[in-house]
């Protein structure tokens, strides 16, 4: 059973890869291009998997410092817990 979603964020794309807890398999989903509807996009894998535990990958300079996309998905991540976590 796949419980844990993983989001690795670019400029463009975002990609998702499924885990299971149990087995330690990841399969990794397609790359989707941003769109308005990304929040609804990931409710929808929500409402449809029985997801447990988000990662998210958090990007830093080599002195582990924040970059200029860190507050973008820092935002993101908030935003995914008022929308879909609510």
Known sequence: MFDILAIDWGQKRYGLSYGDSS????????????TKNIYSDLELIFNSKPINTI?????????????????????????????IFR
């Open 23 to 34: 087995t330690k398999l990841v399969i990794p989903d397609k790359n989707h291009r941003f």
């Open 55 to 83: 990662v998210i990958g958090l990007p830093t300079n080599f002195q582990l410092q924040s970059t200029k996309i860190t507050q973008v998905i820092e935002d993101f991540i908030l935003v995914i817990k008022q929308k």
